[in-house]
């Protein structure tokens, strides 16, 4: 078992990540002296996973459990869905000290979250993430929010977590695509910060790839790492923390334009192989790590061909993104494999022969 430390003054917190540790969940609390009545929120695709075995453990450790389904699916995360939440919560008896945890990927992750913030002012949140994308990266540094129509992610708060545990047996059940968006994060956090984590995801993907329990801790850890580090320096998003959108400003753009019908992950994957083209036409990232980089890419079972979509409408969606400062699209680059930068200093040809490839 490993642990970081997210380091944030009164809200810092320990991610617990391994193999098993969902039935120290009850331990764990008292730890962190949560205690009495609690909520799980969750979908019923992972509570008939894993909601027994995490009732029993906190049953058996003297916690009386409430668990609220929510339906699976991106649309949940929205403020409807948080409205009954909150009815139910009410009608559980939730106080200001109940604990809840939210047990499941992204979704109930961001959605949990954000009730739990806005609930009677803030309630205690435990994040037990189940997919390799929650593990590595939404879990921690407690952005939480529900989406607004079309516009994602539009309404929120940076609530942390008071503590997160990631039991890395849980990705055993995970559809091969859920994997594959999750190994996009954790590349992303590679080639933005830590060569050496790019390495080694370059000599273990494959293993990774196959489930191996020491392999999936040490990626979850080295990723958490990153992101903590990052976080801990610009909690609030005010500058260093935007370079985790490496890949994201292609990539979102062509989520949109494939009318979200192409799965995250890939998106981001084929966006970040786009930026690091950029930077190498820029004069930074050299031509044997752009190589290395769709090598990995390739590896970890993403795309690395941009589909067939107008180039210059994929540029009208990126002006349009929420990373458009002033009327420039902003661009996460890899300096190197290992370092990046923002800039809004890409010229849209060059954005154009970036997607071309
Ligand atoms: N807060 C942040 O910092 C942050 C960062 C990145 C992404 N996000 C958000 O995360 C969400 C995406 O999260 P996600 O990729 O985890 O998707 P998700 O939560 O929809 O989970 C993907 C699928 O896997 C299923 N699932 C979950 N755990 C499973 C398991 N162990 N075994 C089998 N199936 C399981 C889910 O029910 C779902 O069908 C998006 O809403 C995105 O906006 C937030």
């Known amino acids: 078992m490993k642990r970081v430390r997210v380091r944030l003054g009164s809200n810092s917190y320990d991610v617990h990540i391994g193999s098993g540790i969902l039935e120290q969940t009850g331990q764990r609390l008292k730890e962190n002296w949560l205690a009495g009545n609690l909520v799980i929120i969750t979908n ?87 997919t390799l994308l929650a593990q590595v990266d939404s879990s921690i540094g407690g952005k939480v929010a529900v989406n607004h129509g079309q516009l994602k992610n539009k309404i929120g ?16 059940t995970l559809p091969a695509k859920e994997l594959a968006n999750g190994l996009a994060e954790a590349i992303k956090s590679a080639v933005i910060w830590d060569k050496e984590f790019f390495a080694y995801l370059e000599r273990n993907l494959d293993r990774i790839k196959s489930l191996d329990a ?30 985790l959108n490496y890949g994201h ?41 752009l190589a290395r980089l769709k090598c990995v890419i390739e590896k970890a079972g993403l795309p690395t ?26 661009f996460v680059l890899p300096t190197s494999i290992g370092k990046a930068f923002i800039t809004d200093k890409v010229r849209p040809s060059l954005i154009e022969q970036a997607l071309v490839g």
């Open 214 to 243: 020491r392999l999936l801790e040490e990626t979850v850890f080295r990723s958490v790492k990153i992101k903590a580090e990052i976080v801990e320096k610009d909690e609030k998003d005010l500058g260093l923390r935007n370079i």
């Open 249 to 289: 400003t292609i990539g979102h753009a062509i989520e949109s334009a494939s009318d979200f019908k192409m799965e995250h992950g890939e998106a981001i994957a084929i966006g970040m192989l786009a930026a690091g083209r950029i930077s190498n036409q820029m004069g930074m990232l050299d031509q044997n790590e």
């Open 157 to 172: 708060a940076f609530y942390q977590p008071r503590l997160v545990i990631s039991d890395t047996d849980t990705l055993k």
């Open 44 to 130: 019923p695709i992972v509570a008939r996973l894993y909601g027994d075995t995490l009732k029993q453990n906190l049953t058996g450790d003297g916690f009386r459990v409430v668990t609220l389904e929510v339906p699976d699916g991106e649309e949940q995360k929205s403020l409807a869905v948080a409205g009954r939440l909150y009815h139910e919560l009410t009608n559980a008896y939730a106080e200001r000290t109940t604990p809840i945890l939210a047990l499941g990927g992204g979704v109930i992750g961001d959605l949990t979250g954000f009730v739990a913030a806005t609930y009677l002012r803030g309630v205690p949140l435990v994040q037990i993430p189940t």
């Open 305 to 330: 061909e941009t589909p067939s979509l107008d180039a210059k409408k994929l540029i009208q969606i990126m002006e349009h993104d929420k990373k458009v400062l002033q009327g420039k699209i902003r």
